[in-house]
């Protein structure tokens, strides 16, 4: 009896595989090879009794055939290398992260999501209501000590600046990381200039400061006009010197 124990015990797994005898009852599920007939015993977490069951008393697994064009098939071998899955496991998970999660798709840009997961996951950014956002900037305004706050802002804008030149950021980078800030939405004019639409008059001067000196920090020469409820941006020079 100890070897059907060890057997099972090494082969957790859930419920539904063919060809294999199944060790089931309400609190879990195991799989077990070269295991033939009923065999009662305890299970080693719930203490109830079990049953082994034939595979004649399972029900059978669905079997589906799909058709992948070249580019899908060569995205599946890749992923089943890597996760070192079988073709049924992958499939398996790929429906259920989708039944999961199909909300997302179509309805959310992947970068700006990929933008988010980078902000968030290492603890360096945190979610502040927009409004206690804009409450900050106008009390900024109106402080008599302002200029030391925007002095002291600059190291900040030399930190993003030298961490956005290692990652090679184009200026499209940032503003688009920035947009997924909120501060601004973003829309191109030309392959040089850019049109940020404000949510509030109070963001202006943080976000035009920010960006003159974190993209004249990264190398680039840009011009920054204000308008109304906006700002218009022109990259002048693209061109970066090399990193040393």
Not at 4 to 24: D, N, P, Q, W
Not at 41 to 62: F, N, V
Not at 149 to 174: D, G, T
Request: aromatic share 10%.
């Amino acid at each position: 009896m100890r070897k059907y124990e060890e057997v099972v015990e090494r082969l957790k797994i859930e419920r539904g595989s063919c060809g294999v005898f199944f060790y089931a009852c309400s609190s879990c599920c195991f799989r077990a090879r070269e295991v033939v007939g009923k065999l009662q015993m305890a299970c080693g977490r719930s203490g109830k009794k079990h049953y082994m069951l034939k595979q004649s008393e399972m029900r059978q697994p669905d079997r589906v055939t799909i058709s992948l064009d070249d580019e899908t098939a060569e995205l599946f071998q890749k992923v089943k290398r890597e996760s070192k899955s079988s073709q049924s496991e992958l499939m398996r998970a790929a429906l259920k992260f989708y039944e999961k999660y199909r909300a997302l798709y179509g309805s959310v840009n992947a970068d700006k999501v990929s933008t988010y997961i980078e902000l968030l996951a290492n603890g360096e950014h945190v979610v502040l209501d927009i409004d206690h956002w804009l409450l900050f900037l106008k009390f900024i305004e109106s402080h008599p000590e302002k200029d030391q706050f925007w002095e002291l802002n600059k190291a900040i804008s030399a930190a993003h600046a030298e961490q956005f030149k290692h990652q090679y950021f184009p200026v499209e980078s940032v503003l688009r990381r920035l947009e997924a800030c909120n501060f601004f939405t973003v829309t191109p004019v030309s392959t040089n200039e850019y049109r940020l639409m404000l949510s509030a008059e109070v963001l202006k001067s943080f976000s035009k400061t920010l960006l003159q000196e974190t993209l004249t920090g990264m190398g680039f020469t840009v011009e920054i006009k204000e308008n109304l409820a906006k700002l218009r941006l022109k990259v002048l020079n693209e061109q970066r010197d090399k990193l040393q």
